[in-house]
């Protein structure tokens, strides 16, 4: 039975973009985990079916156990051959996220793992004799340092560098993974690529199964009871709009060679949010972000604090305290353009979003003792 290959599945984004799958294809989704056997796998997958609620069609699930750091993923060339025989299609979501890890450190799961995954998608279009899509899941912070490359706006057809990328691992080893993708399109392999930007929770709940990057700004914000005079519009987008964004332009066979970037048209600025912890009832100062980075590194171990202390660089600059940091003018028209011609439009993310994504937070954000301050 032909059907779509899946990485990332018990993942932010990948849960959500199985979900997209079975709503938008009727075919069996292969969810490709790591596990210890495929009892354990199952059992990822199924607690993380759970964590998303009731979903259409959830026996079209099937777990595969596999390591995409390892040659022909860990599979014996018997089950290798079976599951490109099953593979129409594959979406790479799966990715080793550390913002602060170096190149070296990310480059066999993320970079390794696209080249086997891309072996998978050429070994299926040679046995079933057809063009293989091999959509890819890489992030906007490819162009994270466009400005210093001179570039001041970047757009679809941008082709993201080292240089684009800065000196941060993670960006850099989506581009090493882009780079093996355009190297396939002459092997039977179709490719496509989406760059997401800051991923949020749901638009209908503003909830988030795992954590996002805007969480720990946010917690870190309640505990020193301050936000910082230098928050941005950034580039931004709903989990669950960003999994139906891919499934719905992969379902209308976009040509080789495409890139999508998966983002709200409008950027969302930041003060949103913690506009929205005020109305939760939280009273915030507003300090000069030189001011908010000395709170942050001072405290940098407290509880509330280290998840955005642990960002490095990338929390400082979506905290906007990064004094030499200007951040490119990211266009997503041709993306729309694509998605409006498919019949989808955005979702309005406003006040009752924020409000919703502050709910979802309210659990942990009530429990956060304020950090006594000097200036308080």
């Known amino acids: 039975m032909s059907g779509v290959v899946l990485t990332g599945v018990t993942g932010f984004l990948g849960a959500h973009l199985a979900a997209a799958l079975l709503q938008h294809t009727d075919t069996t989704v292969y969810c490709l985990i790591r596990a210890e056997g495929l009892g354990a796998a199952r059992r990822r997958l199924q607690e993380r079916v759970a964590a998303l609620g009731p979903l259409q069609y959830p026996e079209r699930l099937v777990p595969v156990c ?39 450190e990310l480059a066999a799961a993320n970079v390794g793992g696209t080249r086997e995954l891309l072996k998978l998608a050429e070994t299926a279009a040679a046995r079933r004799g057809h063009v293989v899509a091999f959509h890819f899941v890489s992030t906007l912070g490819v162009f994270i340092d466009a400005r210093r490359a001179g570039m001041t706006t970047v757009d679809e057809t941008t082709t993201p560098t080292m240089t684009t990328a800065g000196p941060l691992g993670y960006p850099r080893s ?29 638009s209908d709940t503003g909830l988030a199964i795992s954590g996002d990057l805007l969480a720990p700004l946010l917690l870190a914000t309640v505990a020193l009871r301050a936000k910082p005079d230098g928050l941005w519009a950034t580039p931004m ?23 999508f970037h998966l983002i709200h048209p409008e950027p969302q600025h930041l003060d949103h949010a913690t506009a929205a912890l005020e109305r939760a009832g939280f009273h915030l100062r507003t300090v000069p972000a030189a001011q908010w980075e000395n709170l942050l590194n001072t405290h940098a171990t407290h509880t509330a604090l280290a998840p955005l202390a642990r960002l490095g660089p990338v929390g400082r600059r979506l905290a906007g305290i990064d004094p030499n940091y200007t951040a490119p003018t990211i266009h997503s028209d041709r993306t729309w353009a694509a998605l409006s011609r498919a019949g989808m439009r955005p979702v309005n993310v406003g006040e009752a979003y924020f409000d919703k994504l502050i709910d979802g937070l309210a659990p942990q954000l009530f429990k956060i003792k304020p950090i006594p301050t000097y200036s308080q």
């Open 66 to 104: 596999v390591d995409i750091e390892h040659p022909s993923l860990g599979l014996t060339r018997r089950d290798w051959d079976e599951l490109a025989d099953h593979t129409a299609a594959i979406h790479h979501c799966a990715a080793a996220v550390h913002l602060t890890a170096g190149y070296r």
């Open 174 to 202: 989506k581009v090493a993974a882009e780079r093996e993708l355009r190297r396939a399109d002459e092997r039977g392999v179709t490719p496509v690529v989406y760059r997401p930007g800051l991923i949020t929770g749901r």
């Open 237 to 259: 987008e709903t989990v669950d709009q960003v999994a139906r964004q891919q499934a719905v332009l992969a379902t209308t066979h976009p040509p080789a060679g495409r890139a």
